[in-house]
T-cell receptor, first 115, second 108 residues
């Protein structure tokens, strides 16, 4: 158990819909990272938050947004869903401030299926 | 931007054989990390290498960081079925950027 909690574990929805994925980082970790894992695509970095502020953006679509709340949990919002958005979405946390990354602690992921 | 390439993408070995995966970066890395993801699981940190030419061992796993800090390797001696999974290297850019991983399968 990494201490990072992600909900829901599984989600099935239809094209055009909107979903919200939630992440609670390890106690005390201020950094939250979101990654997307599709078949044969490895782990694609989406976005990084540190203590409530966006610190880095990766290959995140405009249809996707995220935020980190004062209690440090984070939400990833995916809208106007397309079939290609089906993937495993991981949240990871770190105790270090950017630019130091150090070890990332991953949650178990949220598997999104868009039909 | 920085890219981290890994080869091979897939590797199948017989139990007891050795296994090596290679990681190459288009830019010099400040450090490199390795993660393992078991089938159906999430990535788990294995190790971080920081120094040029660094070699670290964890039981049957040997990690190397190249002299130019642009490449790294993970070598597993005498693979076991418990080694099955995908091994990722990752380098720091604005965030931790992962290679596509090498998926290892082991038959007994």
């Amino acid at each position: 158990d990494s201490g990072v909690t992600q909900t829901p574990k599984h989600l099935i929805t239809a094209t055009g819909q909107r979903v919200t994925l939630r992440c609670s980082p390890r106690s005390g970790d201020l950094s939250v990272y979101w990654y997307q894992q599709s078949l044969d695509q490895g782990l694609q970095f989406l976005i990084h938050y540190y203590n409530g502020e966006e610190r880095a953006k990766g290959n995140i679509l405009e249809r996707f947004s995220a935020q980190q709340f004062p209690d440090l949990h984070s939400e990833l919002n995916l809208s106007s869903l397309e079939l290609g958005d089906s993937a495993l979405y991981f949240c990871a946390s770190s105790p270090l401030p950017p630019p130091n990354t150090g070890e990332l602690f991953f949650g178990e992921g949220s598997r999104l299926t868009v039909l | 931007g920085q890219q981290v390439m890994q080869i091979p993408q897939y590797q199948h070995v017989q139990e007891g054989e050795d296994f090596t995966t290679y990681c190459n970066s288009s830019t010099t890395l400040s450090n490199i990390q390795w993660y393992k993801q078991r089938p159906g699981g999430h990535p788990v940190f294995l190790i971080q290498l920081v120094k040029s030419g660094e070699v670290k061992k964890q039981k049957r796993l040997t990690f190397q960081f190249g002299e130019a800090k642009k490449n790294s390797s993970l070598h597993i001696t005498a693979t076991q079925t418990t080694d099955v999974g995908t091994y990722f290297c990752a380098g720091v850019q604005t965030a931790l950027i992962f290679g596509k991983g090498t998926t290892l399968s082991v038959s007994s």
